[in-house]
């Protein structure tokens, strides 16, 4: 028999602080009901008006193409002010009068979309690239974005044989047999994003909760079980009357996620190509919590050995771990416009992070 069966011992434990650095990656593709300020203001079916001033430079002016010369001749058109704005006027031309003409040497191309914009943010032939502050969600104070996700374990401790069919014999169940690499978890992640003033956005997220819990049991109607705890019925010989000889053995496992961020996005545009995103700077809080149980019972039944009346008895063996992980990280967000309204990326972040344990153990026989 066990020493003090009914005795209850509860240990605490604190791990010292340890530090760690982990890098994810999320992708992510959508629609958004507010196109991007690249998008709503430059897109070529706007119409004349809802574009910046320099924008409007080739309404003033007609070219004409000569194949013999291969030079292009440029007409003021009648619309044209006496004089244009300083930012119209083109290179190295300091004034003109109504009507000019203004040779070139190269014949007239098709402009691709993106250099074609960059004359409404940069004047005409222009060619930098550059980057610029955006909202991409235009004038909206807030937004709000939800998830699923689907995560998986994909490594675990090693495995532990708990019992044995028959005293030192095969063993029938360990720790593997919860089955801690097999399943998945789903869970919901939820952001809300509030606009605090231009290109600058607080996130508020929450992913979770993520639960995994697995069971294994074996039974012998022949009370034929015995326990790690004997070292398999060697030690006491036989074993002890709450986890030998018994008819049932079962161990169970548990475990929950929550993630929990705070961030800053501070939000650019490219001038030249499609493509947003974001600088991003916060703080994670991960809680991790686990439990491990591992029953056994024994039914009354006549000792083989002694030929004594043995149980019932049982056992309840159980183990509470709690992780907290605390830290600041950063990262990048970059979006990519595939046609107006649809973008398509993801999010690169990495971090140093702490983390505290708490183990509490108790046994119950």
């Known amino acids: 028999m066990m020493a003090n069966p009914t005795a209850r011992n509860v240990a605490r434990h604190r ?75 083109p290179p190295g031309v300091s004034s003109q009068p109504v009507y000019y003409e203004m040779a070139a040497t190269h014949p007239p191309q098709e402009i691709p979309y993106e250099e074609e914009i960059i004359g409404s943010i940069s004047g005409p032939g222009h060619r930098g690239n550059a980057l610029i502050t955006a909202q991409r969600y235009d004038d909206h104070r807030f ?38 690499e097999d399943d998945d978890a789903q869970a919901a992640r939820g952001a809300l994003y509030l606009d605090l003033f231009h290109s600058f956005d607080l996130e508020l997220s929450w992913m979770g909760p993520l639960e995994w819990d697995n069971f294994a049991a074996v039974t012998s109607s022949t009370n034929s079980l015995y326990s790690i705890f004997s070292d398999f019925g060697l030690s006491p010989a036989q074993g002890f009357e709450e986890t030998d000889q018994a008819t049932d053995h079962s161990i169970f496992y548990k475990s929950q996620l929550n993630n929990y961020e705070l961030n800053t ?93 708490k183990s509490n153990t108790r046994i119950t026989a």
């Not at 070529?44 to 010369?69: G, H, L, N, Q, V």
């Not at 675990?156 to 801690?180: C, E, H, M, R, Y």
């Not at 001038?271 to 039914?299: C, D, M, Q």
Request: charged share 20%; net charge negative; proline share 6%.
């Open 265 to 357: 996005r501070y939000r650019w545009s490219h001038t030249t190509k499609p493509w947003t995103g974001a600088w991003i700077f916060g703080v994670r809080y991960v809680e991790l919590r686990e439990l491990l149980n591992h029953s056994t019972f024994a039914s009354e039944h006549i000792d083989p050995i002694t030929a004594e009346v043995r149980g019932p008895a049982e056992m309840d063996y159980v183990i509470n771990v709690d992780n907290d992980l605390v830290g600041f990280h950063f990262g990048l967000e970059a979006m990519r416009t595939v046609v107006p309204g649809l973008l398509i990326g993801g999010d690169v972040e990495a971090g140093v992070y702490g983390n505290s344990v």
């Open 143 to 180: 937004m709000w974005r939800a998830d699923y996700v689907r995560l998986g374990r994909d490594d675990s401790a090693d495995s532990i044989p708990l019992t044995s069919i028959g005293v030192d014999n095969f063993i029938v169940l360990s720790s593997a047999d919860a089955g801690l």
């Open 15 to 89: 791990c010292p602080l340890m530090l760690i650095v982990l890098a994810g990656c999320t992708l992510a593709a959508g629609t958004s009901w507010a196109q991007s300020t690249f998008e709503k203001f430059y897109a070529p079916s706007d119409s004349m008006e809802s574009r910046p001033a320099a924008d409007t430079w080739e309404a003033y002016y007609s070219d004409t193409f000569s194949e013999s010369s291969g030079t292009t001749t440029r007409q003021a058109s009648p619309e044209q002010p006496l004089l244009p704005p300083a930012e119209m006027i």
